[in-house]
């Protein structure tokens, strides 16, 4: 037993009710130390503990005791023939195998030796039979266990059963992907624990819940601690999720305000609140009700201005104790931690359900530098264009495609988004735009390429100055045609960033 969590007062519950107690070395010592009578295996088994523990209970005497039929008569006198007593109850938790490996410093050596064979064997007997036996392998069932040995409970046995088939598989599942870490094989075996029910899914009607890998990093949702406000929905989890991946690409002080898994409003700033105030001013209407997520510790004078709006999530390292005073006068909002990493996130492979099956995919941690780019127009971009244009660049990956983004200087300014033709976003990013006070010298960013020379007409006609964008059409020359003709700069990257 490598969790010992309420192990003695549930194994006192079981002599109460009649059974003897069989047990190994570490979890038999303990046991005893609580002054309960505890039978060795090797009593049972007639054998010693051999290869340094790894052999303890695969042994006939174990398993015919628990995989003999308790109805079938040859089962039974097969079983009285050897002198075999029946095993009725079998209370097993693997070996911590995740939480070795999710040590840096443990070897394969160690790892390996943290592959429960005995434990998995003996369970999984156990949940074969489970018409007669109960298998136990959580100490969060050992009270209802105890409830159901007194009402003779078969359906929470079945119920026992199924958890242990989900456990040892998600167990197998680990150990397959620590050994082969090849990011595509052959069978791809997923294991997700539930982190919380939900309410609802993304309609009232759908029911839901949010699961979470053994292996989840440190920066994701599943790893955050909610500390004020209304548990989380389903479209909360998937907008916040979708917060979480822009803002951590920013080492600067940066906020990011999403809406519908697109951002509405990205600041950077000297400070937090400078960020914010850029992000908020990006957008005031669309970032009522949104998901704020900042990668800095949230100061008082954030947190005072972030209060006078309705906010549905906020998310950052850590609050001030002011400022989660302030903010946590409103009962709905949802504050949470989350650590941070602040900057490129290291390449991860990322799965998408589609009707049958699923999708997997490296994430797309692509970021362009000055050096990234082409310029294809005879007007060279200024210095502060190239850093506008490069900000742009960042943010329009997560943005759904046909993506359009107008910003200047660390600030989001319009943002067109899944338009099924580009020069619609173009239409909507610069309209939205061409609303705020700082506009003067902006410059966009597409996350394709243009296949008409429209959108760069459109967005000359509308005070463009530069323009970022992948290239690669055979109408290239088009657009450059057009950039040329209004004097607007134009580089590109030979990268696009489709995100549907």
Same mark, same amino acid.
């Given at each position: ?32 130390? !609580? ?16 290869? =340094? ?23 039974? !006198? ?20 995740? %939480? ?71 167990? =197998?599942?680990?150990? &397959? ?53 209304? /548990? ?28 519908? $898994? ?11 609140? /400078? ?5 908020? !001013? %990006?957008?005031? $209407? ?14 008082? %004078? ?19 104790? =002011? %400022? ?45 530098? &000055? ?130």
């Amino acid at each position: 037993m490598s969790d010992k969590t309420g192990l003695q007062e549930f194994a006192a519950g079981l002599i109460d009710r009649g059974f003897e107690l069989v047990s190994t070395g570490g979890t038999k010592a303990t046991l005893e130390k !609580a002054g309960l009578t505890v039978t060795a295996v090797e009593a049972v088994t007639g054998f010693p503990e051999m290869l =340094d523990g790894r052999v303890k209970t695969l042994h006939p005497n174990i398993h015919a005791g628990i995989l003999a039929k308790r109805d079938e008569p040859t089962h039974m !006198a097969a079983l009285k023939a050897r002198d075999i007593q029946p095993i009725d109850l079998v209370c097993v938790n693997l070996y911590p195998f995740a %939480a070795t490996i999710a040590k840096p410093e443990t070897t394969r050596a160690e790892a390996i030796e943290q592959i429960d064979i005995g434990g998995p064997s003996a369970l999984r007997a156990a949940a074969k039979n489970a018409a007669s036996v109960w298998a136990v392998a959580d100490p969060a069932d050992y009270a209802r266990v105890l409830t159901g040995l007194d009402e003779d409970d078969a359906a929470l046995r079945t119920q026992l059963a199924a958890k242990v088939f989900q456990i040892t598989a998600a167990y =197998d599942a680990q150990i &397959a992907a620590y050994l082969d870490p090849e990011p595509f094989p052959q069978q791809f075996t997923p294991t997700f624990s539930k982190v919380q029910s939900l309410r609802y899914g993304e309609n009232s009607y759908q029911q839901a819940a949010f699961y979470g890998s053994p292996d989840a990093p440190a920066e994701s949702l599943v790893n955050a601690k909610q500390l004020h406000g209304k /548990a989380l929905s389903f479209n909360n989890i998937r907008d916040a999720d979708a917060a979480l991946a822009m803002v951590n690409e920013y080492q600067e002080p940066t906020v990011v305000a999403v809406k519908h $898994m697109n951002p509405c409003g990205i600041g950077q700033g000297a400070t937090i609140e /400078a960020a914010w105030d850029k992000a908020y !001013a %990006a957008d005031p $209407m669309s970032i009522f009700g949104g998901i704020i997520a900042l990668n800095r510790p949230v100061d008082l %004078a954030t947190a005072e201005k972030m209060h006078a709006l309705f906010l549905e999530i906020i998310m950052a390292p850590s609050f001030d104790d =002011d %400022a989660f005073a302030v903010l946590a006068k409103k009962k709905n909002v949802r504050l949470l931690t989350i650590n941070l990493a602040g900057g490129p996130l290291p390449e991860r492979v990322e799965t998408v359900a589609v009707n049958g099956g699923v999708l997997r995919q490296t994430t797309d941690t692509k970021i362009e530098t &000055a050096a990234d780019l082409t310029v294809v127009t005879k007007v060279q971009p200024t210095a502060d264009q190239i850093a506008s244009l490069l900000f742009a660049q960042q943010v329009v990956k997560h943005v759904k495609s046909n993506a359009i983004v107008v910003a200047k200087k660390g600030q989001t300014l319009g943002i067109g988004a899944g338009q099924m033709n580009r020069i619609g976003s173009v239409e909507i990013a610069l309209n939205e735009a061409q609303q705020n006070k700082h506009f003067a010298g902006a410059v966009m960013a597409s996350d394709a390429f243009f296949p008409m020379d429209d959108c760069v007409e459109y967005a000359a006609q509308h005070d463009i100055k530069a323009i970022i964008q992948p290239g690669g059409s055979i109408r290239d020359k088009d657009s450059i045609a057009m950039a040329d003709k209004y004097g607007i700069a134009m580089v590109t990257t030979g990268v696009r960033h489709f995100r549907h």
